[in-house]
């Protein structure tokens, strides 16, 4: 029970992470790979808010999501110059200058030792130590932040993000600003990221580097298109879909010698054949 | 984006609930399978055995089975391996954690470098699992039920700054890897040339994906070190020392255990190196015999620790974490791959540390 649980927990905080990643590539059209960033910077403030100054995860949630905000802010500032392609490569660029930061900033994040002994949360009391626990809170949080992206999207400035997608210039022609709603999105994006990092610090107990590389921007980026683009639900159906299936294949009875090597060739193949018969995503109604 | 119609989603979504719902039979029928066997006792494996570390992975594995070969010939129990693919990622480690210790129900679990170890020690501690990480972060043996194997850096450091002392080197530079094992061995390093009054005039600290070193060579050679210690692993180990005589520098190099791994031996021609102790004669023999492969230092640790385990578990009735860690109090030393090994009550057991020199191309022993 206790594997299945922490299943559902990475299918929360991964819920998350695509998203909130769904706001900027499926809802506003722009190739962002800087979720692994906001992700490391999240579970950061968790770790050393939490291990170094005692304070209560809730308030370092608080704080991981407004420092994410401001770097977001300054970040989304320049990138809201740029689209398509270049907004990817800059954006990947800030994937590395985060990880290159968390490696070599010794003082602060251990380096490449990472932070060791990250307590879990507790509220008023209640602890949510056990795994069960820990769910219901990931549960909670991701089900608060499907329902602030829904309202989000439905609503006048979701509908202006969906038109810069669809089309800059008439943006603009109808009296919007593009590079504000642009910057917000990415914003409101970056926060949101910031929440699964402190979730996943929290769960996990120990961090380091490694976790927040660009790989794992793109194993984010993969969840979206798989679940599908512009739809919340494919993101949440996405992340359950990369995060079960390989532990599905360890099921298969494949030989043991060979049997992680098959496993990642099953899948890999999994995901193509899923990309040729429908690349716009299970659920989703775009493709890029 | 182009919007485009909804062709084959209901089929796909069936698919998709159909493997979940085999998924979860294979799980049901594997834990009541688990739950049916009381004379086996399962020993689970996290290691990479996909990607950049897969080969190391994969010698942590060869040295287990070996073990277990050994092992089960006479043994109270049956022993048995389940090794589990973790990519070196911290996601996959605590989700093949969960299976092997919820679902596989094992007893213990071994697990491969500092990433993994200290990623499984905290839940280890949480759920009362005896866990060996073969690595040298002491940090993991500080919690419960958390040993570590390996050849230890103090080891590594002491042996290494004794021969620079004898060889009259007080000058040296040092070039890191920006990694857990890198700063590990700095850390020790620093701390003993300081004990014998060497300098260490400059630190090369890089990432791991970097690849031109020519322009701090050339700041490093400034402070006229006698001799450079390499902390880095392949291949950067041997385009740094390409770059260092291309750029004319003649120095003596020295490095923990890397020499080892390098496929260019040349390069490092008549210089010495810190290792850890090789298997024995018939040890190495008898896994060639079986595997047709060479039985590496890390093959010997994990195949260590799976004996240290197997002692304690077989004086055991009734096997729990608790029972394990008292047993373990007991075994005070084993006759494993590299000969005779003391086990410290400290939850640290340090490998022996020799040194080698490479000669004619090879690594062979250097007398000291």
């Known amino acids: 029970m206790e594997y299945i649980i922490n299943l559902f927990i990475l299918f929360a905080i991964y819920g998350i992470l695509a998203i909130s990643l769904n706001i900027v590539v499926g809802y506003t059209g722009l190739l962002s790979l800087a979720q692994a960033a906001f992700y490391g910077v999240g579970a950061y403030a968790t770790a050393i808010l939490m291990t170094k100054f005692d304070m209560n995860f809730f308030f370092t949630v608080i ?28 954006s990947a660029g800030l994937t590395i200058i985060i990880f290159n930061t968390l490696l070599n900033c010794e003082g602060l994040t251990n380096g490449p030792i990472g932070i060791f002994g990250i307590g879990r949360p507790t509220l008023f009391g209640f602890s949510f130590s056990s795994n069960i626990n820990f769910l219901i809170l990931c549960v909670l949080t991701l089900s608060a932040i499907y329902y602030l992206n829904k309202h989000l999207v439905n609503s006048s400035f979701g509908r202006v993000l969906k038109g810069i997608r669809e089309d800059e210039r008439l943006v603009r022609v109808m009296g919007h600003h593009r590079k504000t709603p642009k910057m917000l999105s990415f914003v409101f994006s970056a926060s949101l990221t910031s929440v699964a990092g402190s979730l996943f610090a929290s769960y996990l107990m120990f961090i380091d580097p490694m976790t927040f590389q660009l790989h794992e921007a793109i194993f984010i980026f993969t969840i979206i298109i798989v679940g599908g683009l512009a739809d919340l639900k494919g993101s949440m159906l996405g992340a359950v879909i990369m995060i079960s299936l390989p532990e599905i294949l360890r099921f298969l009875g494949l030989p043991q010698e060979t049997a992680a090597q098959l496993q990642q060739l099953i899948y890999g193949l999994l995901l193509v054949v899923l990309m040729y018969i429908r690349p716009q995503g299970i659920l989703g109604k775009y493709r890029m | 984006m182009v919007q485009i119609t909804k062709k084959y989603k209901n089929t796909i979504l069936l698919v998709i609930g159909l493997m979940l719902i085999f998924g979860g039979v294979r799980l049901t029928k594997q834990q009541t399978k688990s739950d049916r066997q009381p004379n086996i006792v399962k020993i689970g494996l ?18 287990s089975l070996f073990a277990l070969h050994h092992i089960n010939k006479n043994s109270k129990y049956k022993y048995e391996l389940i090794a589990e693919d973790n990519r070196f990622l911290a996601r996959d480690t605590i989700t093949v954690y969960n299976k092997l210790v919820h679902q596989d129900k094992v007893s213990a679990i071994i697990s491969m470098w500092s990433t993994t170890g200290l990623a499984v020690a905290p839940l280890a501690q949480k759920d009362k699992i005896v866990h060996f990480a073969v690595d040298n972060s002491s940090k993991i043996a500080d919690l419960d039920y958390s040993h570590i194997i390996s050849a230890m850096p103090d080891t590594h450091t002491s042996l290494s700054v004794s021969k620079m002392k004898k060889d009259g080197v007080n000058n040296i530079a040092v070039v890191i890897q920006n990694d857990t094992w890198g700063n590990n061995m700095l850390n020790s390093l620093s701390k003993e040339a ?129 029972n394990i860690e008292e047993s373990l109090k007991t075994v005070k030393s084993i006759e494993g791959a590299t000969g005779r090994l003391e086990i410290p009550d400290s939850k640290i057991i340090a490998e022996p540390t020799i040194f080698k020199v490479i000669k004619d191309g090879q690594t062979s022993l250097l007398k000291e």
Request: hydrophobic share 40%; proline share 4%; aromatic share 12%.
């Open chain 2, 194 to 322: 300081k004990k014998e009054n060497i300098k260490i005039s400059s630190i090369l600290r890089f990432n791991l994906n970097q690849r031109d070193f020519r322009i701090p060579i050339n700041k490093m050679m400034e402070d006229k070190p006698q001799m450079i210690v390499l902390v880095i692993d392949p291949p950067a180990l041997e385009i740094f020392t390409k770059q260092l005589r291309e750029l004319g520098y003649k120095i003596p190099l020295t490095s923990f255990e890397t020499f080892g791994y390098t496929q260019y031996k040349d390069l490092y021609e008549g210089d010495w190196y810190t290792d850890a102790k090789d298997p024995t004669d018939d040890m190495v023999k008898d896994f060639r015999h079986k595997y047709n492969k060479d039985f590496t230092a890390t093959s010997a640790h994990a195949y260590n620790a799976i004996l240290i385990l197997s002692k304690a578990i077989d004086k055991l009735d009734n096997i729990t974490a608790d």
């Open chain 2, 46 to 63: 996290i290691a990479p055995f996909t990607g950049e570390f897969a080969d190391k992975g994969k010698e942590l594995k060869d040295g």
């Open chain 1, 63 to 90: 704080i991981g999501m407004i420092v994410c905000a401001l770097i977001g802010f300054i970040i989304g500032a320049i990138l809201s110059k740029f689209k398509g392609d270049y907004y990817a490569i800059v």
